[in-house]
């Protein structure tokens, strides 16, 4: 069974940074491209950053230079560090694959992320 437990959200003030977390199990981690996914209050879900098995980056427009995504395979575990955080950033943020198959499995819990003052 494929899981996915994100972590790292919270209350942050405008300009602030988060670290998020996403732990996979039930998958070989190390073949897909995973994605970090946020939906903010009555919007669609959106694909925010994603990286390769190989470790190649691409990033939402809205969250380039501010956003940084990485993995550790031996982990199984995908980051997503975020700087100069925006009100607009406020979201449950989720993981899952990304790239070409995109979102392949089930939701996981996702990690609320709050930017506030």
């Known amino acids: 069974q494929v899981r996915f437990v994100e972590s790292g959200g919270g209350l942050v003030q405008p300009g602030g940074s988060l670290r998020l977390s996403c732990a996979a199990s039930?998958?070989?981690?190390?073949?897909?491209?995973m994605g970090w996914y946020r939906q903010a209050p009555g919007k669609q879900r959106e694909l925010v950053a994603a990286?390769?098995?190989?470790?190649?980056?691409n990033y939402q427009d809205s969250v380039k230079g501010r956003f940084t995504i990485s993995r550790d395979n031996a982990k199984n575990t995908v980051y997503l560090q975020m700087n100069s955080l925006k009100p607009e950033d406020t979201a449950v943020y989720y993981c899952n694959t990304g790239g070409s198959v995109g979102p392949a499995y089930n939701w996981g819990q996702g990690t609320q992320v709050t930017v506030s003052s």
């Open positions: 990286i390769t098995s190989g470790g190649s980056t």
């Open positions: 039930g998958i070989t981690f190390s073949i897909y491209a």
